[in-house]
């Protein structure tokens, strides 16, 4: 059987790297950005969130 996706160690990996970068926006008063039902967000400590009409490949 051939195992698909990252492996555990991996996944733990991204999780905390996602989760250490989410800190030093907030620290640093910069907004985190991320793709959301194909739109770009920006989403900004204070909990305001900015939207883009789509996320685009281009």
Same mark, same amino acid.
């Given at each position: 059987? @051939?195992?698909?996706?990252?492996?555990?160690?991996?996944?733990? %990996?991204?999780?905390?790297?996602?989760?250490?970068? %989410?800190?030093?926006?907030? %620290?640093?008063?910069?907004?985190?950005?991320? @793709?959301?039902?194909?739109?770009? @967000?920006?989403?900004?400590?204070?909990?305001?969130?900015?939207?883009?009409?789509?996320?685009?490949?281009?």
């Amino acid at each position: 059987m @051939v195992k698909r996706g990252l492996s555990d160690k991996a996944s733990r %990996m991204a999780k905390f790297t996602g989760e250490r970068a %989410m800190i030093d926006a907030k %620290m640093y008063n910069q907004p985190i950005i991320y @793709v959301e039902n194909g739109k770009l @967000v920006k989403e900004y400590p204070n909990g305001y969130k900015e939207m883009t009409e789509r996320a685009s490949n281009e």
